[in-house]
């Protein structure tokens, strides 16, 4: 039984690494804007920054630390989809926002689905699957020095977007968990 708890845990450790590099608790700092950067207090408060400021997420977990600048700006609403399919959105306007990720240390999956839009009643709502707006954020991953860019979409009801707020989740093993929000 010892063994199998110790292979449980070697196996645990290794996942946790080569799916975040470094895991633990994720912290978050917001910069950019007026003023210096606001530290995040501890769980259960994360960051909240306008759009347009960029976001830190740090997180170290046996000695590997990952650091990410995040921001997201220029939402955008639209009553379909650009391009030729133009597809109209279910739910009320398709809202699309600029994503820029950056690694400055560690590495770290930069992906489309650590995204999700907040309505202020709490309501939560993933990407919209759409393909007329360019360039997407594409899932990468990322080295330090190294960054993407591209853009998100959300399907929500209009009266969703006022107090609404962009979601990004935790990195490494806090992946399943708020890290930050943009408020619109």
Not at 39 to 45: I, L, M, Q, R, S
Not at 116 to 130: H, I, N, P, Y
């Amino acid at each position: 039984m010892r063994k199998l708890s110790l292979f449980g845990l070697v196996a645990l450790t290794a996942f946790s690494l080569a799916c975040g590099a470094g895991a633990g608790d994720t912290s978050s700092s917001v910069g950019g804007g007026e003023g210096p950067g606001v530290e995040a207090a501890p769980e259960p408060t994360t960051a909240v920054g306008k759009l347009g400021q960029t976001i830190t997420l740090t997180s170290e977990l046996l000695g590997d630390k990952t650091v990410v600048e995040v921001a997201v700006s220029n939402a955008k609403q639209h009553t379909k989809e650009p391009g030729s399919f133009g597809s109209k959105p279910e739910k009320g306007v398709f809202l699309a926002l600029d994503v820029t990720v950056v690694c400055k240390q560690g590495t770290y999956h930069a992906n489309p689905f650590n995204f999700k839009f907040v309505a202020k009643d709490g309501t939560v709502s993933e990407l919209a699957l759409t393909i007329g707006f360019k360039p997407e954020l594409d899932a990468v991953d990322l080295s330090a020095g190294q960054k993407t860019s591209g853009k998100i979409v959300f399907d929500v009801p209009k009266a969703a977007l006022t107090g609404g707020r962009i979601q990004i989740d935790g990195v490494g093993l806090d992946m399943d968990k708020p890290a930050a929000y943009w408020a619109l």
